[in-house]
């Protein structure tokens, strides 16, 4: 059966698909002020009817915060679960907005045709390609995909209080052969990518005490121990001359790439000039040996996150301060153990700290690094997909930053996820005037449809 | 004339005037916090209408900042001046404190009766020693001693602006043939002590710019130069291994210690391992080749008063921040030349700050050390007057604290200034709980009356 039908339905009826997300981005469910909880209720309800009148088994199931959203196709074969979140990002600075909102439009630019509106790309408009390719795949086949399960939460701007718990207690309704997960982007904006590299993190803070209370700076300088030289020193001796971190260790489970990704990732000519040049920067700050694609998604790294003590105020104090902080964090790759290099960490620490000073440790969070396991064949079906789409060799990828649903499902549901979007690197998620553009719109549900293709296929 | 009847009336009085200290401290004068402008001037008000009733011809001075209280006792005879200031330091952690810093009581302690309260040592309470002297001088002999101004700055303890501006407009009503100032304690809570050896002050904040925004951590970590490693590098090369200190030309114009006055100071058989056990301490942090009194008193220093950068609240935030801050302060001492090394340090440090990075800086204030002519016979009766009253033989001390007035009555005015003061190692200034020993005001006065007896007689 060809899948051709079924995009020449979705390139049909994309303008009533585009009209059909902005209603939903019309609701503004920012997920974390109350003051939106009832527009959160509100955008779980219009799924959950959008989703039953396409002919899924819907319901909103409720939880202590935002409910979810869970339908089923029913039917046999393989058990697709595919998830999103409908709650958006708060909309401050408000005045940074060209105009309301949650009032969205589809927009003519330069760049093309865009729309516009707070959730367009994170994460609504990304989740409606999905059922938007339902719909099509319904409408020309007579049925929808067999055997599919999709889960929406309204908390992931919000931390995902609820999403453990839930989970757990819906562990069998839930657990699928392979989830999808529609949150992240296309790579430089122009390349399909499937996320196979998330990294782990880990969070220290770290206190050094000196002196039993702040001293003046006049009457003990230059006998009194300076906890904030203390702690600056043990900052600046945590990476050697060539930016490898000194942590006892470290590299432990620390992987080299395959020679295969490497030469995947040398194909995709990785702008890093332009990376860095977007935030004002331009050289790669990492460690000298290696590209900035490796630094970012497949290096750990450690760097400090705040730090403060003595006087910060306006004008000048010359306290001696009694302590000073340090919020420290690393990302963590392949299999490096956050609860190790945790106490290595903090030994290490330990033997740099002098007499007369103490060293306090709170630990905040600690999360190991994942990898997809892409030797599953539906991972190269799905490369496969996106590549005939896009017309671009689809590539995997890592990604930098911890997207704790993939490891959730991993830890919870002992299931595998393939995160594939189709964002942009300028659609300014989480800040004013977010868009998606409408190419990503239709080429995200065209993709959905062949992906679904390929995984369902006898 | 004997000096008894006024000692004996300070004696019988010493309840009234700890009233008065009281109602002054209850002001609360925080000079460097424009919040509390209006207390500046109320506490300044409320010392010019007690001079007032007292008898001296005494005025507010406007002034851009904080005005200056002037007075005068008119009468011929050796023009003294009077110094003091009425502004205090900020509070916090209000948190530390035991008790509302500006509702200060007397309280019995195991050591004896204290003042507690923001300023009681710090310099209200100090203060307060001359003026009483002063009122128990008028209410015995019918009128105060002659030719005395008493001259105070509200502005102390913010970098006194306006202070050099004032003292030139009003040299000629201002220059006295010798300054007294009262900012200082006696040498380990025990002797007796006039300062001939200032140290200078020198304060510096600087600024590490990196990313032109805030950055995720994730997705830039890594590959984003961090402006707080940047900035803890810099603070930790500030010095070697010896504890000495690296900025080019630091050590030019700090002399060694003539022998005469090194035998003086080591027969004050100075108790470092108590100076510093008071405090939580134990090892002299200093350069490793100097006493802990030379690295108080006769050493120049480099100190962080401040750090701070990136996310400092409750919680983790996995942010990589956009700029980083650190309040630097130099002591200095003999001949070093402020402005010198300031333009040293900022070069020094424009030669750390990577590719990628900017720096910029904000001064604090410039002051030089102060070194006192000892060979005025002034300063020989002083400390004749000190160790009659205190039993035990007076001391000329250095003090690692910078007392820019020393040096701008030198420079400004021409005149020499004696240091003399009451207040003790534990008095907490600058920080929470700050006390004065009812001890120290009672004997202050008293030590005045005798010091204005020896320095007016015929």
Not at 33 to 45: F, H, L, S, T, V
Not at 170 to 190: M, V
Not at 293 to 314: A, F, H, K, Q
Not at 357 to 363: D, K, P
């Amino acid at each position: 059966m060809s899948i051709d039908p079924v995009l020449a339905r979705i390139d049909e009826t994309l303008p009533e698909a585009t009209e059909r997300l902005l209603a939903l981005l019309r609701i503004p469910s920012i997920s974390t002020d109350p003051a939106y909880k009832a527009e959160c209720d509100r955008a779980a309800d219009w799924i959950v009817e959008d989703l039953k009148d396409l002919g899924f088994d819907a319901s909103k199931r409720p939880t202590p915060g935002h409910p979810m959203v869970v339908a089923h196709s029913g039917g046999e074969g393989p058990h697709l679960l595919f998830y999103g979140h409908y709650d958006v990002q708060p909309v401050d600075p408000l005045e940074l907005w060209d105009r309301d909102p949650f009032d969205p439009e589809l927009q003519d630019t330069a760049a093309g045709k865009v729309i516009r509106g707070r959730g367009s790309s994170d994460d609504k408009g990304q989740l409606m390609t999905f059922i938007e390719a339902c719909r099509a795949w319904k409408e020309v086949n007579g049925s929808l995909p067999r055997n599919l399960t999709i889960f929406l939460e309204g908390e992931e701007e919000s931390g995902s209080p609820s999403l453990i718990p839930f989970m757990k207690e819906n562990a069998e309704e839930l657990k699928a052969d392979l989830a999808l997960i529609c949150d992240t982007g296309l790579f430089e904006s122009k390349t399909p990518a499937i996320v196979t590299m998330l990294r782990g993190l880990l969070g220290e803070e770290i206190t050094i005490k000196a002196a039993n209370k702040d001293l003046h700076s006049g009457m003990f300088g230059g006998a009194a121990i300076n906890p904030i030289r203390v702690l600056a020193k043990i900052i600046a001796s945590l990476h050697d001359e060539n930016g490898h971190i000194t942590v006892p260790g470290f590299y432990d489970g620390v992987p080299e790439l395959p020679d295969e990704v490497r030469a995947q990732w040398q194909n995709l000519a990785f702008d890093h000039a332009k990376f860095l040049g977007d935030v004002g920067l331009s050289v790669p700050a990492g460690e000298h040996d290696r590209t900035p694609l490796e630094m970012i998604w497949s290096r750990p790294t450690c760097d400090v996150n705040g730090i403060w003590g003595g006087y910060t105020g306006d004008g000048f104090k010359t306290v001696l301060p009694s302590e000073a902080h340090a919020k420290i964090s690393f990302r963590l790759v392949g299999s490096q153990d956050p609860h190790v290099i945790r106490e290595n960490f903090r030994n290490h620490i330990r033997t740099m700290v002098p007499f007369d000073c103490e060293v306090s440790f709170h630990g905040h969070g600690a999360s190991p690094a994942g990898q997809m396991e892409i030797s599953d064949p539906a991972f190269e079906k799905a490369r496969e997909a996106l590549t005939e789409e896009w017309e671009t060799p689809a590539a995997y990828v890592g990604c930098g930053g911890s997207i704790p649903i993939a490891g959730y499902f991993k830890s919870v549901l002992g299931m595998d996820a393939m995160l594939i979007g189709f964002g942009k690197d300028d659609d300014q998620i989480h800040s004013p005037n977010e868009k998606y553009d409408l190419e990503s719109f239709h080429k995200g549900i065209r993709s959905w449809a062949r992906v679904l293709d390929k995984l369902t296929a006898e």
